[in-house]
């Protein structure tokens, strides 16, 4: 009887400090989403690493996105992928070419300008580690689909506990691939051109290149 009571109370007592570590991680997950919608712009400079050793894949580069309401403009992987708000352009200078496509309708896709805003929602939230880097407190909080269908096992996010800005995201997936992107910089409310979110068809059409509409 013992026995069985001192289970129970090991049970209790971890769903009661679970729940708590929950509240603790949505609350830091809200002040982060808070801070990121006050500032007019951002602008990040990444790393992006992607790792599988099983399929002994190894991918490692850099990129950078300004965002600015739902809009953005990135460079990754030497493309430019631009949203204006109705139209997603992405250009190719290599090949010379750019593809034209509406707005994506799938509200699942993880677009630059939901990539801090995206853990809101379809996640379980649980604290975990918190540790030192260069002298930075980063608060790291683990994400868990709750779609269980989800190819992606887990997201850490590492979270700047005093600037509440993401630090950096390490997403596993169920095919045992990992994607690390850590933030090198994190500017706000940079002075922009009225003309950065907008694509000139026109020069490109100059430029020799071929116009995919989609």
Do not use: C, W
């Amino acid at each position: 009887m013992k026995k069985i009571f001192l289970v129970l109370t090991l049970v209790l007592v971890s769903n009661v400090t679970f729940a708590q570590n929950s509240e603790k991680a949505k609350a830091l997950l809200e002040d982060v989403y808070a801070k990121v919608k006050s500032y007019d712009n951002i602008y990040i400079d990444f790393k992006y690493v992607l790792n599988n050793a099983e399929a002994g894949i190894n991918q490692e580069t850099r990129g950078d996105v300004t965002l600015q309401g739902d809009k953005y403009i990135g460079n990754f992987f030497g493309t430019t992928l631009l949203y204006d708000g109705s139209k997603v352009y992405t250009i190719i200078p290599e090949n010379e070419e750019v593809t034209i496509e509406d707005k994506s309708n799938d509200e699942n896709a993880l677009t630059p300008a939901k990539m801090l805003t995206f853990y809101r929602e379809g996640h379980n939230y649980e604290m975990d580690i918190l540790q030192n880097v260069n002298g930075r407190k980063i608060q790291y909080v683990k994400l868990t689909p709750i779609d269980t269908n989800s190819e992606i096992k887990t997201i850490l996010l590492g979270i700047d506990a005093e600037t509440k800005h993401i630090y950096k995201l390490i997403e596993t997936g169920e095919n045992g691939t990992t994607t690390t992107i850590t933030v090198n910089s994190f500017k706000t409310d940079q002075p922009l051109s009225k003309t950065l979110f907008t694509f000139d068809e026109a020069k490109y059409k100059n430029d020799g290149y071929y116009i995919v509409r989609n």
